[in-house]
């Protein structure tokens, strides 16, 4: 029963006359019921009836309905290592240290709505700000500074300071603040010395939202939080931190990246700005396994990703007496610019995704650094075909089921 030669079709004279030569050497068997089954269980070696009880198609169909047009719009692709890596890299998320490159701080700024308040000293002697403060040891004392009372940044950027006039301070830090009162009291106050506060921080703010416990605007400070830092303020993610993605939008750019990435490589827990928006996303993804493996089942995976040898081997392996090694397929709905489309359905159409069927050959030990590389994606199907040996097995059952039973009753009418 050698696969790799074609087979004398069911019904061929040869093949035919073979079989009877065979019933003719089995007393038992002469009944004209008995003699058909044989011969059809002999014929049946090369192609199975297409009544026979299978959970999916062979491979040998798989590759019949390509060479024959049958599947016309669907891609029918052998995976190498290059296909592998190509698909692994166009699936890869960005890195948050690639799409928001680092400036070194957080930028905070000062801007409209925010509450500060500002504090002036003079050197001795005092020309503009001077009090009279008590002391409860030495009694009245002359103080040489001024606290101006807290206000709120107007909608147009500014504060009003006395002998300093309306101060400019949207979009700057405190130190440029500072410096730009002090460059104003020049002439005005003795050596004036300033410091600016933020009360209340109204606008430099980062929002956190998503899966986390509780949904937060968390303010930021010169010190330049960060990306899990955010994750902190929020409570801390609800779900399990393998299931569970980042989401980091600014301004009109947004990435996404597994959270377990983030946490394991320092340089994607990046530097935030006002106005980003953190979003902590449940990604349940899974992959649907059927045919000749260790189990049937849909199997979830982590949100960074697996490859199909893990996938495989989740699925506990091929089975080593229903498999064909030679028929993995992943059933999968891709972007047409990642294969070589050859249907006039799919090019003329402009379809995208398209429909496409993977094949590896395991019977081939390279294909299985192939499969280290391959990357599963959401809602992928893979199919184990059955080996030829198996269905031809599956037949035989059913033939004999049928025949000894009219073989028994032969030699009880005898």
Not at 266 to 271: G, S, V, Y
Not at 395 to 403: D, I, K, N
Request: charged content about 20%; hydrophobic content about 40%; some cysteine.
């Amino acid at each position: 029963m050698d696969g790799e030669h074609a087979p004398l079709p069911l019904g061929s004279p040869g093949k035919t006359l073979k079989s009877m030569k065979i019933v003719e050497n089995f007393p038992d068997c002469r009944s004209p019921l008995t003699g058909a089954l044989l011969s059809l269980a002999l014929a049946g070696c090369a192609t199975m009836p297409g009544w026979i009880s299978s959970a999916g198609a062979s491979r040998e169909q798989v590759m019949e309905r390509r060479d024959t047009g049958r599947i016309e719009g669907i891609q029918l692709v052998d995976v190498d290592d290059a296909l592998a890596r190509k698909l692994a890299e166009s699936g890869k998320p960005g890195q948050f240290a690639e799409v928001f490159p680092s400036e070194g701080s957080n930028n905070y700024l000062i801007g409209p709505g925010d509450v500060i308040e500002v504090w002036v000293w003079e050197a001795p002697p005092a020309m503009l700000f001077v009090a009279l403060a008590a002391d409860p040891k030495t009694g009245p004392v002359t103080a040489h500074s001024a606290a101006f009372p807290e206000q709120m940044v107007t909608p147009d950027g500014t504060i009003t300071i006395p002998f300093a006039g309306r101060v400019p301070v949207k979009g700057r830090t405190t130190a440029a603040i500072e410096a730009e009162i002090v460059k104003r009291l020049q002439g005005k106050a003795n050596q004036p010395q300033v410091i600016v506060r933020v009360i209340k921080n109204n606008t430099s703010n980062v929002t956190v939202v998503g899966e986390v416990t509780t949904n937060t605007l968390m303010p930021l400070t010169p010190k330049g939080e960060r990306l899990l830092d955010a994750l902190a303020a929020g409570g801390g993610v609800k779900q399990p931190v393998s299931r569970v993605a980042i989401q980091l939008s600014r301004k009109n750019v947004t990435a996404t990246m597994p959270l377990d990435t983030v946490i394991r490589d320092p340089r994607q827990n990046i530097l935030l700005k006002p106005g980003d928006v953190v979003t902590a996303l449940f990604q349940p993804q899974s992959f649907s396994v059927l045919g000749a493996t260790g189990k049937n089942e849909e199997i979830p995976f982590e949100a960074q990703g697996i490859s199909l040898a893990q996938a495989l081997a989740r699925s506990g392996g091929l089975s080593e007496s229903r498999a064909d090694a030679r028929g993995i397929f992943i059933f999968r709905f891709e972007e047409a610019k990642l294969v070589d489309v050859k249907s006039s359905v799919v090019s003329n159409g402009n379809v995208d995704p398209v429909p496409v069927i993977y094949q590896i050959d395991l019977r081939d030990p390279a294909s299985f650094f192939v499969t280290q590389h391959f990357p599963i994606r959401n809602h992928d199907v893979i199919y184990v075909a059955n080996s030829p040996a198996a269905e031809f097995e599956k037949f035989l059952r059913l033939v004999v089921s049928v025949a000894v039973p009219t073989v028994t009753l032969n030699a009880a009418v005898r």
